[in-house]
Nanobody
Framework: QVQLGESGGGLVQTGGSLVLSCVAS????????VGWFRQAPGKEREFVAA????????DYADSVKGRFTISRDNAKNTVWLQMNSLKPEDTAVYYC????????????????WGQGTQVTVSS
């Protein structure tokens, strides 16, 4: 079992930066890939970024490439999402999720989810 908790959301102006954290509990976290997803009001949950269990590979949605960076430290049971050059269209609730071993981009492939953290980018 893996329990996840996000933090770091907030209100920021266009062009600003935020760092989201996803802290996990459970001794098998290091065996899990982690993904970040987001969901805006009235929209489906969408893939943002993912990182393999060892941190050696990452994947990003086209909409955030070059602006967001995902990283992890298994010793700290933490995954971060560094978000730069934020735009109003990045406004959403951001969720971290975990699944065993391999990365994935579909929410249905993830087994464990956090409660989400709100990110609001003002224009």
């Amino acid at each position: 079992q893996v329990q996840l908790g996000e933090s770091g959301g907030g209100l920021v102006q266009t062009g600003g930066s935020l760092v989201l954290s996803c802290v996990a509990s459970g001794r098998t976290f290091s065996n899990h890939a982690v993904g970040w997803f987001r969901q805006a009001p009235g929209k489906e949950r969408e893939f943002v970024a993912a990182i393999t269990w060892g941190g050696g590979s990452t994947d990003y949605a086209d909409s955030v490439k070059g602006r967001f960076t995902i990283s992890r430290d298994n010793a700290k049971n933490t995954v971060w999402l560094q978000m730069n050059s934020l735009k109003p269209e990045d406004t959403a609730v951001y969720y971290c999720a975990a699944k065993a071993w391999l990365m994935a981009t579909r929410p249905s492939e993830y087994d464990y989810w956090g409660q989400g953290t709100q990110v609001t980018v003002s224009s």
